[in-house]
T-cell receptor, first 115, second 112 residues
Framework: DQQVKQNSPSLSVQEGRISILNCDYT??????FLWYKKYPAEGPTFLIS?????DKNEDGRFTVFLNKSAKHLSLHIVPSQPGDSAVYFC??????????????FGDGTTLTVKP | DTGVSQDPRHKITKRGQNVTFRCDPI?????LYWYRQTLGQGPEFLTY????????KSRLLSDRFSAERPKGSFSTLEIQRTEQGDSAMYLC??????????FGPGTRLTVT
């Protein structure tokens, strides 16, 4: 059973427009959520995160929204730039269990930003 | 460059051979993770160390897999009697807190 799902394998947007990437989770114990970006031949790079006590976190062009009741989070990129083209992974952690530092990842969404 | 490093970057081996991968985490990070990623999927957790203690292992980590982190510094992941299903990207990550992790570039294993 996949606990973190990214239902859109790919997304294409025009430069300057908004990119919205979505993620759903099923495990109620998850209390910390992260987005990672991955370029080819590189490991994932941390982008932005949000704790379950918040519903929004913003960092420059990137904003993550969390809807706990719907077990849904989204990443907004405004404005989108061609350099944002990458695979984006949603990840979730149960940080209450201090020994379980692992993250559970979705399968990723490939974002293409067209000039 | 003070990021996470992994060695080798690529490994091709024949079925049945043993392989060992190394990960050097960011020096001040006490947490170290191993993940496995196959094409079209996200990273899957394999095991987690806090300092030298291996605190969690996934059910994915069969008895052919073993990981160590002597002295809480670098870590090794060994796969014995490799199988074609072991072909994947093996990612190492480190962190200081139970939050964002810093990933290395990965070791791509191909078992022929």
């Amino acid at each position: 059973d996949q606990q973190v799902k990214q239902n859109s394998p790919s997304l294409s947007v025009q430069e300057g427009r908004i990119s919205i990437l979505n993620c759903d989770y099923t495990n109620s114990m998850f209390d910390y959520f992260l987005w990672y970006k991955k370029y080819p031949a590189e490991g994932p790079t941390f982008l932005i995160s949000i704790s379950s006590i918040k519903d929004k976190n913003e960092d420059g062009r990137f904003t993550v929204f969390l809807n706990k009741s719907a077990k849904h989070l989204s990443l907004h990129i405004v404005p989108s730039q061609p350099g944002d083209s990458a695979v984006y992974f949603c990840a979730a952690s149960d940080t209450y269990n201090t020994n379980a530092g692992k993250s559970t990842f979705g399968d990723g969404t490939t974002l293409t930003v067209k000039p | 460059d003070t990021g996470v490093s992994q060695d080798p970057r690529h490994k091709i081996t024949k079925r049945g051979q043993n392989v060992t991968f190394r990960c050097d985490p960011i020096s001040e990070h006490n947490r170290l993770y191993w993940y496995r990623q196959t094409l079209g999927q996200g990273p899957e957790f394999l095991t987690y160390f806090q300092n030298e203690a291996q605190l969690e292992k996934s059910r994915l980590l069969s008895d052919r897999f073993s990981a160590e982190r002597p002295k809480g510094s670098f870590s090794t992941l060994e796969i014995q009697r490799t199988e074609q299903g072991d072909s994947a990207m093996y990612l190492c990550a480190s962190s200081f807190t139970a939050y964002e992790q810093y990933f290395g570039p990965g070791t791509r294993l191909t078992v022929t």
